[in-house]
Structure formats: C-alpha cells, structure tokens
T-cell receptor, first 113, second 111 residues
C-alpha cells in the first residue's frame, strides 16, 4: 500500500505570492494533519482535518488555510508569503485523528525569496 | 502550554557505542511516539508507547515510557552509521488532539 504522498516536493516562491500544497493520506485513513518544520526545529502543528471538518488549528495566522476533500485528500494554502514561511511542510495521516498514531509524508520544501 | 524537552540536542559517537536520548515534560501525555527523520524527508515512525512504565524493543533500540507518562527514553545499543539521523519524540494530547514535538536529537554515528 502507498504511504502518504505530497506534492510538489520542492517549491520556490517570492514574497507576497500564494502557494497550494497537496496531500493524499494512506488508503483508509480519514484524518489529515499539517505541520510546519523550520530548520533545526521539531514540526509545529498547523491544522487537523477529520471527515472533511476542521478538528484543530495551531497558532498560525489567518494567511494559512486548509481543506479536506471527499476522498480525504487535503490542500494547505498560504497567502501573502513571508520569508519566514520557508520551511518543510509535512502532512500526516491517521485513521481517526486526535491522539491516534500519525504517519508522515515526505514533505514539501517551500523556499520564499 | 505543553512542551517536550529533548536531550541531548546533538550527539556524535563512534560505531559500536551505546547512547540514550531523553524526552521530558511536566505534562501528561496519553501516548508518546518516537520518529527518525533524514534530511529533507518526513519523520518515520519507530514506535508508539501508551502505558506508563511500558518498554518496547525494536532490534537494537529500546524505548521506555515513564510511569507517570510525562517522560520517555530511547536507548540504542551498539550504534551503527545507519542509525544517523534526527530523532524526534512527540506526545499525543495537545488541546487540538495534535502531536507536540520536541526539537529533536541529531545523532551522528561515525564508522
């Protein structure tokens, strides 16, 4: 079975632009979470979705938004990019969300110039 | 605010040595997960510990969850160069049901 997949793998944008990152969870998993990992730090929680509903949101500005589709795939959108948004964006899937074990994708490396 | 403190932050050892990585918090977690991450890749799950006092073994890796479910340790016996990577602990039980990560321990095993 395929694991969590994310696209694109790398992305370069300039300040002020908008970006959309995509994630497909493990087959049968209904929950997707998004994390931001800056260099030298552990991942920081951004969003969790379960059955297309937002279940949780971390301490990120409103420029960050996400949604989950009927097939449980998800998109993370970031508007008005800042230099500080440069990071590895990780998607994790779990069968039921919450405290359930999460499995991570390879990540999308976003560089903002 | 729930925090997980990992120590040491960096560790450089010779092949064959033993090591222990610690993950500590003042908060109780319903479970704790250990991940290993290579540069530019996503974290790969090693183990989930759920019960206070639980010990799990994965080949040369031994994981322990503290009795009070506030701390955990990872012990590697006879480290090999293939063990090199960033080791992350993550506690389940954030207010949003999310994982809370430590900053990680960067391990380098030299042949």
């Amino acid at each position: 079975d395929a694991g969590v997949t994310q696209s694109p793998t790398h992305l370069i944008k300039t300040r002020g632009q908008h970006v959309t990152l995509r994630c497909s969870p493990i087959s049968g998993h209904k929950s997707v979470s998004w994390y931001q990992q800056v260099l030298g730090q552990g991942p920081q929680f951004i969003f969790q979705y379960y059955e297309k509903e937002e279940r949780g949101r971390g301490n990120f500005p409103d420029r960050f938004s996400a949604r989950q589709f009927p097939n449980y795939s998800s998109e993370l959108n970031v508007n008005a990019l800042l230099l500080g948004d440069s990071a590895l964006y990780l998607c994790a899937s779990s069968s039921s969300g919450g405290a359930d074990t999460q499995y991570f994708g390879p990540g999308t490396r976003l560089t903002v110039l | 605010t729930q925090l997980l403190e990992q120590s040491p932050q960096f560790l450089s050892i010779q092949e064959g040595e033993n090591l222990t990585v610690y993950c500590n918090s003042s908060s109780v977690f319903s479970s704790l997960q250990w991940y290993r991450q290579e540069p530019g890749e996503g974290p790969v799950l090693l183990v989930t510990v759920v019960t206070g006092g639980e010990v799990k073994k994965l080949k040369r890796l031994t994981f322990q969850f503290g009795d009070a479910r506030k701390d955990s340790s990872l012990h590697i016996t006879a480290a090999q160069p293939g063990d090199t990577g960033l080791y992350l602990c993550a506690g389940a039980g954030g207010s949003q049901g999310n994982l809370i990560f430590g900053k990680g321990t960067k391990l380098s095993v030299k042949p």
